[in-house]
């Protein structure tokens, strides 16, 4: 005799060891293996995995520049999935490119005052980081060039002394100069600076130059000797500036008295005396 036993068509008691091509982004196979079961014949087929990738955004951090110096560059993400972080999907930050308001590229490490945009671009991720980047740009505000002037002005006679006139322009106002005299100045080289709004400096030097030496006249008087003749003055300037004008007062046909003799150097300067001519 022959006995037929049929199984419960229940499969809940089917276990099975499943087996995955991949995790990484795209398609990966699941192929099913080793159902375990005394009632049933077993077939397989193969499943699909479809990995999509998350969105991970870098932004490019917006930059408002004190002084006129070169930037440093950073950025902001944002779409970490479960315990992602910067550290294991960031393998290296991204590179930056600055463009002007013509959308044209600039090279300089500090890029003239105005604004810019600053693009993001190129960041590395880690092999096994399962993301697609966005990248969205920045904003740079470069301030003009903080700069500072000194002009001098030079002792033009004897026993004067210099002065400097300090002008700052660019950067942020309102300006703070050091303390560095500025006038009654004598000979030699003095540093100005200035500190702007920001905490930004620049500095220039002005030299003052040594005065002229003292601006003098001779006036030589010689005398007549017989009765009838007239005298004469020879004048004669040293120091000071060349070239000498002479006043007008005459040195020849000279009767008898005091004539008083100036002269004035490219300067300005002046100096007099006088001579006698005897009766």
Do not use: E, W
């Not at 500090?110 to 693009?119: E, F, K, L, N």
């Not at 002005?153 to 002394?161: D, R, W």
């Not at 009767?255 to 005897?278: E, F, K, L, M």
């Amino acid at each position: 005799d022959s006995l037929d036993v049929y199984a419960s068509d229940s499969i809940y008691s089917i276990k099975s060891i499943n087996l995955v091509s991949g995790f990484g982004v795209g398609t990966n196979y699941i192929v099913p293996g080793a159902f375990i079961s005394p009632y049933f014949d077993i077939s397989y087929h193969s499943g699909l995995l479809n990995v999509l990738p998350a969105t991970l955004t870098i932004k490019a951090n917006d930059i408002t520049q004190p002084c006129a110096t070169s930037p440093t560059y950073t950025s902001s993400y944002s779409g970490f999935q479960f315990d992602d972080g910067v550290g294991n999907v960031i393998a290296s930050p991204p590179a930056y490119s600055i463009y002007n308001s013509q959308n044209q590229l600039v090279n300089a490490s500090v890029p003239p005052a105005g604004d810019y945009t600053i693009t993001p671009h190129d960041a590395q991720l880690s092999p096994l980081a399962n993301y697609t980047v966005q990248y969205q740009n920045g904003v740079l505000h470069m301030p003009s060039l903080l700069t500072i002037s000194a002009t001098a002005t030079q002792p033009l006679c004897f026993g004067q002394t210099g002065s400097v006139n300090r002008s700052a322009s660019g950067g942020t106002a309102p300006y703070t100069y050091g303390a560095t005299a500025t006038t009654n100045l004598s000979a030699g080289t003095y540093t100005y600076s200035v500190t702007d709004a920001n905490g930004c400096t620049a500095s220039t030097t002005a030299t003052i130059n040594a005065a002229p030496t003292q601006l003098t006249i001779s006036a030589t008087a010689t005398q007549p000797l017989c009765f009838g003749q007239t005298g004469s003055v020879n004048r004669s300037a040293s120091g000071g500036t060349a070239p000498y004008t002479y006043s007008a007062t005459a040195t020849t046909n000279l009767s008898a008295g005091t004539y008083t003799y100036s002269v004035t150097d490219a300067n300005g300067c002046t100096a007099s005396t006088t001579a006698t001519i005897n009766a």
